[in-house]
């Protein structure tokens, strides 16, 4: 089946500018989860969905970051005001839902602040 | 703080030979399971190999194998017969049940040379 999708695949915006990233999960997948990689470095953490919980918001780094999941299905991760900070690859994983479970990579979103 | 650390920023094997990419990891939880991931140019995160925590047999995927010391917090990744497709960025990370979201270390940069 159709894995993780994700869009834009790049994205170049101006300092200040708010930004929309967009992930479609695997079809019934019902967790999601938002990472952050930054040039030379690992994954870092930004926001976890599970079906109709309330998200696990805490690798958000401000609050000018924040996401959205409609359902189990799309989501949103909103960053308004960009910095040139926050230019870096955005990734979406998915997974059945329980914590033990693999979880499946998007490929990506590259965002750049100019 | 829970931590993950890859050693090698930069490894080099020659093709149809074999090479280990080391990776400990420190935390405090008894159940939680262990990944490497791959990632090529593209940016898509693939999965390598899992291992839980509480099996002792080492896990295998064809070429790919792990040696986990569970005591040293230990997981190292060998690759044999090498191949041009295998280069790549490697990344060790973690799971447990006190949170969702994996821990990454900072990637290994696999070069295979002809």
């Known amino acids: 089946g159709a894995g993780v999708s994700q869009s834009p695949s790049n994205k170049v915006t101006e300092k200040g500018k708010d930004v929309e990233l967009r992930c479609d999960p695997i079809?019934?997948?019902?967790?999601l989860y938002w990472y952050r990689q930054r040039l030379g470095q690992g994954l870092e953490f930004l926001i976890y969905f599970q079906g109709n919980s309330a998200p696990d918001k805490s690798g958000l780094p401000s609050d000018r970051f924040s996401a959205e999941r409609t359902g189990e299905s799309v989501s949103t991760l909103t960053i308004q005001r960009t910095q040139q900070e926050d230019s870096a690859v955005y990734l979406c994983a998915s997974s059945p839902g329980g914590w033990s479970d693999t979880q499946y990579f998007g490929p990506g979103t590259r965002l750049t602040v100019l | 703080a829970q931590t993950v650390t890859q050693s090698q920023p930069e490894m080099s094997v020659q093709e149809a030979e074999t090479v280990t990419l080391s990776c400990t990891y420190d935390?405090?939880?008894?159940?939680?399971?262990l990944f490497w991931y791959k990632q090529p140019p593209s940016r898509q995160m693939i999965l390598v190999i899992r291992?839980?925590?509480?099996?002792?047999q080492n896990a295998t995927e064809n070429r790919f194998s792990v040696n986990f010391q569970k005591a040293a917090k230990s997981f190292s990744l060998k690759i044999s017969d090498s191949q041009l497709g295998d280069a790549a960025m490697y990344f060790c990370?973690?799971?447990?049940?006190?949170?969702?979201?994996?821990?990454f270390g900072k990637g290994t940069s696999l070069l295979v040379t002809p």
């Open positions: 935390t405090s939880e008894s159940d939680y399971y």
């Open positions: 990370a973690y799971g447990t049940n006190s949170g969702y979201a994996l821990n």
């Open positions: 291992q839980e925590a509480y099996k002792q």
């Open positions: 079809s019934g997948h019902t967790a």
